[in-house]
């Protein structure tokens, strides 16, 4: 036996077993992050195409990700025979083409929130989803993943804390794009919070109202923070701060009050530093770091077919009340939330 | 478009990419938990085949791995040729033979720690390594991967907290087994620390010293708990608490004191609970919840060929420092570590 | 040199330097541990009468008190000549008359919160003390000297947050009477907390609202959780949980939100304990661990006449906006606070 | 009623009750912070006189306390009559003339560890109270009062983490004076866990070791850190990481082991800042607001008599076994510790 095998040099075997092959359309930071996880760190998937906008972005994102194919045309690639599944981490308008495209195709695909901007068109993808006749559509509402959540809702149901009364969520990220309407922290960010209670509870949220203190002065004249507070169908409170720029770094955490206890979740990190008259846990600078496992739970769960992530309909209802918010944090009062019933090909 | 995709049904293509065939050699939990990380956490892999002592064993383990095929002779396993790589994960004793015919059959091969439990016998591996001329061997030291520790690594080679002088570790299981020798506490169990200590360093271990306060009445018998005491190279003074049987959980932690701060690492998991009295937070039954990360990065790591992990040289300097230590708990006294010198295979 | 000094024989002058002789009237749970402290754990004081409903245990707490003369009458301890400040612990509605004498006999007083139960009657005591022309009455909201509180406030002041912006509260008590009406856990809870927000900004509360959940099924009818949103005069915003039922212990928290960072207040215990697979820090059964430091830091203060505690004032206005939090809790509206102008006696 | 009351003149009678008058000889740091305790935190006593060989130091404290004597002379101070009791706070190599003084005197003394620099001088105190017939100095190991670690003894006694097994103390200053002798460590620092330790178990130490690291660079030369490990009669280990330079702030913890359970002690403040990417809490820069509620708490026991202090006989015990260690420090070997027999005084 004299062979040199080098570190880097794993031997394997051309054809193994069958593996989904992504096509991922928008190649920024989510996207390429995606693609990434995709290619080193889930089993069964790997990425086969690649669209961008900037086609030297897409380029990058391809050769990275082990030599997957360059698309100019998106919708060339939703139907491409060497794409068994597609990915949308495009810019939020664009998401309504390219589902409708993937469901014409019959081809499963996994839509980064929200699923769409407007009501309207969220309800539009249901429609054809509810045309075509099965479920292909996934929405990337990552932290159902979360072991933090996850855990929570194991707490909750194994009965630890008794029934649910109240939540406390804190939604902060370090800064936003200055002038951002109002509006965007509800629809891009708390719609995060607006899934999770949907998800841990596993009811619809009937009343929303928004407070608002005195902006920010970091905020360049967006209504930031602002705190919704929210009551589901058997009378759960949810309170959720959506601050933007909160400048000392990102960070989501929560607590959940029952009758007999309570749950919280945050992350703390794994090392802690006692330097210059401090003991400190560091926090991370976005969001990535802080939901890296959900992301990577989150995409392992769609190869697998396993079918633990966000509906369309779930997609359209986290919009929907993310709507009824902006008219609630314009109005200064309280609004009902009148969900249409659930579509057949979405009940349990 | 009439596909009636299911969840669970995710479309795939056959004969995708190169995937990296894993032959598992002992399923026991150890085994069957790589077994499964690999059908289903780590990308460019899968388990293609599998022996155990127990050959029902081994079919469960193989069904769950998507088919893999079932060895009846660990030898033949080994050469098959549909096998790409090996994990060993069978009893200690029976370490060196395995290791040794896949050094023969030029295949890489990750070992479980310890590498082999003599120091004779680790010495034979690593000449065998020599004589083959090329690294085949990586030892399962997953703690080189858990985020923790690696965290505390990159604090410390930032500079963070100055130059190292302390660590202090500890190191408890609920249960061990009674009657143990108290050797095995230290072959066993720290065995993990003295391959961190010499990982965070960069150095070795020079000395050694063991301290026992009377044995637990938990113990059945056995010398436990110890606290070991470590000198390396440069003078840097490492304890470590090892307790076999502690009863309340699982749980490993540790702190570096440089001269101007110090790191932490533990792992406070992710939700906490406040309940009858009490504000809580869960700690592990076992080490597999505790590193599990750590399993996946190896793992992955493995798979990449990126050569992160331990090598059979870090396995026969661990068995030998721990040779050392069972000496100096026999005798009381400090013992002097002489390790010979690291061979030119293993030298960065 | 003979003596034969005991423990317990520590020589000690007749006839010292001054010390303030306090009545205690009221010796329940309140009464007899502001007795305690008094005797035990305060410079410059001594309780020199009692007086109870139960006269029995108005002895009890005299006998621990060193000896303290027991009143049969409260107008009479209040102008006796061996009473030189008056500490008022009984029952809410006698509080307004017990005031009234002391600041007619011209004695400071310090009158546990609420100042009294109705606005009416606030009114009637600061009119009073106006009328006397000094400042004679501090109300015991002693939050005010909770280390937390106070750390909070320094951090604030010092710029470490930036600007304030928003307050999140949790104030949870293990149980209530059944029954309790849901303006009580206003009225009598969280009036700390609308104490503390206009102690903290140096500022009014202009508007508060009040959220419902469904009422804890533990909470026997009562309307228990809730949350109040109150605004200040610059436009911070303050949520208040308030849960009288919470059943796993006494726990108060804030954190407060500014423009560049936070800052929370807890109060973990000194120890934590591993055991039974868990690592949990104890909460208290009420809020006497809690806030023991707070207590009795607001005594020495009040006995060094160092004027740190709240005034009748202050008194007044956590009435009067917990008046307007009871007709929000009754409408589901907004409610503005229109507080009259501070008289001058109470401006700064 | 016309009086007009100002805040800070609190009314109070000329001749209260018994109050203890206490001389305190040496107003440095610690002196005069435990001169302002008795002044303005303790009950039943004041400062009666002062000395120190500073009079201008002398001068301010005694202002500070309310006008107490200045003495010229620290014998005039323990023998006056107007002199109840004393505290010694000056250097160590006065502490055994002045404790004898007060003993020849028959006056309590609280004398701030160490009881005396040598075990010899240790001795003749010990001597002169069995001499005297009745025990009047108390030794000033406040930590016996510390919240932290009574709560600790309280959860050992009750059983809550089985029989102790192992014990690991952190103790840490940010800074020394450079060229301290290795040895100050183990007798000014380290004695405080040595006293602990005796306390804790209500045993003896029987053998010691100290390991050293190298020394920090930030040492100017000192053997500093050091690691002690004591051995109790009943097989106790406790290691005690002694760090006298450790930059970063003031910090003492520990970690207490049992059968079934262990017990943390540290002292998170009730503040946690987050700012910058960082949640932090606050180390102190030195020992004073570490144990302030134990130096309150440790001098309110020695006034009310309660003789809950650390006797002659322990100071004596702590620096024989302080000396031991010393012995070890330079021997490198482990060390009996053979302490005589406790005197019939001591015994409980």
Known sequence: MTTMLQPGQMPAEAGGPTVTRIGVIGTGVMGADHARLLTEA????????????????????????????????????????????????????THEDYVLACVAAGKPV??????????????????????????????????????????????????????????????????????????????????????????LFGEEIVEVAVHTPRPSGQAGGTQDPQLLVLTTESGVLAD????????????????????????????????????????????????????????????QDWIDGAAGGASAWDGFAATFVAHACVAALTSGDRHAVELPPVPALYRR
């Open 42 to 93: 889930v089993s069964g998937a790997r990425v086969g195409g690649v669209f961008d906008v900037d086609g030297g972005r897409a380029r990058g994102v391809a050769a990275a990700s082990g030599g997957a194919r360059v698309f100019a045309d998106p919708y060339a690639l939703i139907v491409d025979d060497g794409i068994d599944a597609v990915l949308i981490a495009s810019s939020d308008a």
């Open 240 to 299: 959720v701060e959506i601050f933007a720029n909160a400048r000392y770094g990102y960070e989501v955490r929560c607590e959940l009050v029952g009758e007999t206890g309570t749950v919280t979740v945050d992350a703390p990190p794994p090392t802690s530093l006692r330097r210059g008259g401090l003991h400190a846990r560091a926090l991370p600078g976005d969001w990535r770091p802080r939901f890296a496992e959900a992301y990577r739970l989150e995409l």
């Open 110 to 199: 996994l839509c980064e929130k929200p699923l769409a901007p407007t009501v309207e068109a969220c309800a539009r993808i249901v429609e054809a989803e509810i045309e075509h006749g099965s479920r292909l559509i996934t929405v990337g509402f990552m932290r159902r993943f979360d072991p933090g959540y996850t855990g929570m809702r194991a707490l909750l149901t194994a009965g630890e804390i008794g029934a649910p009364l109240l939540m406390h969520n804190v939604h902060r990220n370090p800064a936003a794009v200055p002038g951002l309407p109002g509006s965007a922290l509800i629809t891009n960010s708390a719609v995060h919070e607006l899934d999770i209670v949907r998800w």
